[in-house]
């Protein structure tokens, strides 16, 4: 890795920090060559403070270091993207992020149909909202509906129909959401219950 560190004037460039799990950014700070050296040294994000003048790695006062997954320059060798392993809050006021948002997991579309069905279970008695009459069936109704959709989607994998296969694995996924929520969870549960079965591995 080549990192341009004179291209700008005061020898520093951005370092954009990344939970390595959740793919959110946590923080922006700057790294001189020493600061790129220790934080290689040491796999801890050391970034150097324009206000005190020095080196400083992030959590030694507070605790809430950041191991490094890994480190990647961009195109033009002049930026930074860190990412890590948070050991509490970025922000030195408190939240996960330095923009004042969670650090949680976000699917895309799959978070917000999670939404959706929080929304029909809150209101069990939503006219015309098929996951409401779920919730009004009780889990008993929610957890079959997911067994016949799991049965469906390995009738269909024996085939060679891939748009029927994908339709039956939507529906798995989908009533499989519902019952997690019927359960009191979400995807993000889910998530974390993997991760807890796998070492994250920086060399990976």
């Known amino acids: 890795m080549e990192l341009d560190f004179k291209k700008y004037k005061d020898g520093l460039i951005p370092a954009i920090v990344q939970d390595a799990m959740t793919k959110n950014v946590l923080m922006l700070g700057f790294m001189n060559e020493e600061a790129f050296s220790k934080t290689q040294s040491t796999n801890l994000a050391t970034f150097y403070s324009r206000s005190k003048q020095r080196l400083w790695t992030k959590g030694e006062e507070t605790g809430n270091y950041m191991e490094v997954v890994s480190l990647k320059e961009d195109c033009d060798n002049d ?51 098929y996951v409401s009459s779920l919730f009004r069936r009780g889990i008993n109704k929610i957890a079959q509906k997911v067994g016949e959709e799991a049965v469906e989607v390995v009738i269909e994998a024996k085939d060679d129909d891939d748009l029927a296969f994908l339709n039956e694995s939507a529906d798995l996924l989908f009533h499989f959401m519902v019952l997690l929520q019927a359960k009191g969870f979400r995807m993000r549960d889910v998530e974390r219950t993997l991760q807890s079965r796998h070492k994250f591995d920086r060399n990976e």
């Not at 860190?82 to 969670?102: F, I, M, R, S």
């Not at 959706?116 to 015309?128: A, F, G, L, T």
């Open 79 to 129: 930026t930074l993207l860190v990412q890590v392993n948070p050991k509490g809050p970025a922000c030195h006021k408190g939240p996960d992020t330095c923009w004042n948002e969670k650090n949680i997991s976000n699917f895309g579309f799959i978070s917000y149909l999670e939404d959706v069905i929080q929304d029909r279970k809150d209101d069990p008695n939503h006219e015309k909202s």
